[in-house]
């Protein structure tokens, strides 16, 4: 992947987004009401950082309309927005870990897979502020 704060923001977009709809197809079905309200909220806050990541992705590539190429997005599109990063690629587009896209499985299956996600999110925040900085810094 290359290291261009673009492409890591909208790793994490994306991870947040697909786990976040992963995570909402349990609601109603999670083992006791307890566990089914906690899973469908943290969905839901996927889903919202999954916005704030497309945002400041959309706000990068109206800063630079090369990023256009690489969405394959063509280059009379207007302004690009968090809809057209999220809804508006093509399948292979997408640049998350494959974790995300796992079937749920059972419960336990499924709280893993967000305890392994955790972790690796970390690890692309963190390189996404050191590429900031020292973008910032230069």
């Known amino acids: 992947m290359s290291s261009h704060p673009f492409n890591y923001t909208l790793l994490l977009a994306d991870n947040s987004l697909i786990m976040g709809h992963r995570l909402s197809e349990w609601t109603g079905h999670g083992p006791i ?82 305890f392994f996600l955790v972790p690796i999110n970390i690890i692309y925040i963190k390189n996404l502020l050191i590429l900031l900085i020292n973008n910032y810094l230069r």
């Open 33 to 114: 009401l307890e566990q089914d309200i906690a899973i469908s909220n943290i969905a839901l806050d996927l889903i919202g950082q999954s916005r704030n990541f497309y945002q400041y992705a959309a706000l990068i590539a109206n800063q630079d309309k090369s990023l256009y190429k690489v969405l394959s997005l063509g280059e009379d599109l207007g302004a690009v927005s968090e809809d057209t990063l999220a809804y508006f690629r093509d399948a292979h587009e997408f640049k998350n870990v494959l974790l995300v896209e796992q079937p749920n499985g059972d419960w336990a299956n499924t709280v893993l897979k967000l």
